[in-house]
T-cell receptor
């Protein structure tokens, strides 16, 4: 049963600390997405990659957020320094270019105190 | 940018009842998907349906692209159908989905 995995599932940190979230897309998927979900803003796309290349990161605060795909099996989202307003659930999703269906991971619940 | 509105925002049903959820969008789209987020937070893709009608068990969806709306039908609802249903759209087929605010469904036994 192929699925997207994310680590950690929960993260509590203090303001100013660096946070790294990891995602393993479904093997063979060539498109990876990062979303953020909050009560106020709902689900927002932060960035996405195709064949490991960043295609769009316009939804991401550039000064503190960065997203990378070091290899085809790992995507990372980093926040440095973290702020309380970054508290949210961060989802990773993967898919195949052309199929349009996105498969979501379980999410990382981030709390910044 | 494109606007996505879902209605109703909340819905409470007795088990066995049928329901219709609506998604209106403000511009033409090439990608429309319905998702279910269960009470544990997991998002599951239900349908990719930029136009036409699809059915999967008790769920079916219809998108009328020319009139810019999509409907999700749930028949004979079960408590496991509870959660939030999201509609998401995209103008081009690049993956940049815009999500609606969701319809929160609660099915009572």
């Amino acid at each position: 049963d192929a699925r997207v995995t994310q680590t950690p599932r929960d993260k509590v940190t203090e303001m100013g600390q660096e946070v790294t979230m990891r995602c393993q897309p479904i093997l063979g998927h060539n498109t990876v997405f990062w979303y953020r979900q909050t009560m106020m803003q709902g689900l927002e796309l932060l960035a996405y990659f195709r064949n490991r290349a960043p295609l769009d990161d316009s939804g991401m605060p550039k000064d503190r957020f960065s997203a990378e795909m070091p290899d085809a099996t790992l995507a990372t989202l980093k926040i440095q320094p973290s702020e309380p307003r970054d508290s949210a659930v961060y989802f990773c999703a993967s898919g195949l270019w052309g199929s349009d269906t996105q498969y979501f991971g379980p999410g990382t619940r981030l709390t910044v105190l | 940018g494109i606007q996505v509105e879902q209605s109703p925002p909340d819905l409470i049903l007795q088990e066995g009842a049928n329901s219709t959820l609506r998604c209106n969008f403000s511009d033409s789209v090439n990608n429309l998907q319905w998702f279910h987020q269960n009470p544990w937070g997991q998002l599951i893709n239900l349908f990719y349906i930029p136009s036409g009608t699809k059915q999967n068990g008790r769920l079916s969806a219809t998108t009328v692209a020319t009139e810019r709306y999509s409907l999700l039908y749930i028949s004979s609802s079960q408590t496991t159908d509870s959660g939030v249903y999201f509609c998401a759209v995209e103008r081009t087929r690049g993956g940049k989905l815009i999500f609606g605010q969701g319809t929160e469904l609660s099915v009572k036994p």
